[in-house]
């Protein structure tokens, strides 16, 4: 397992084996950070984080209006994103091979 401190990511773990990713309390994180993730199929969030949420390891804002990332090894064909999801951001499913179907509500107002 790797730890990452810094400025821009107080601490962050990552688990290369299994593929896993936990983004502490602190911790906000840019559309690209996933970049060259490839393995990455399930993303964790501290429930004390105040900035994102996680749902089957997919990545949302903290409100769930947003879906951030979905990650790049994650294997299901399809996905529907829930009702809550306003926005998709830039780059959300960016890298995932696996991905052949993505059901949208109609609550999606933007796609980045």
């Keep these: 397992m790797w730890r990452i401190t810094s400025k821009s990511f107080p601490v962050l773990f990552i688990h290369t084996e299994k593929s896993f990713f936990a ?10 950070a996933f970049e060259g993730c490839s393995a990455l199929e399930y993303i964790d969030v501290y429930s004390s984080n105040n900035y994102y949420t996680s749902v089957d390891g997919v990545l949302f804002n903290d409100d769930a209006t947003t879906l951030v990332c979905y990650p790049a090894g994650k294997t299901d064909k399809t996905y529907t994103v829930p009702d809550t999801v306003k926005n998709i951001g830039n780059s959300a499913f960016k890298n995932n091979l696996f991905i052949e179907n993505v059901t949208l509500s109609d609550n999606v107002e933007k796609i980045s």
Excluded: L, N, P
Aim: glycine content about 0%; hydrophobic content about 20%; cysteine-free.
């Design 23 to 32: 983004i502490s309390e602190h911790s906000s994180v840019s559309y690209t």
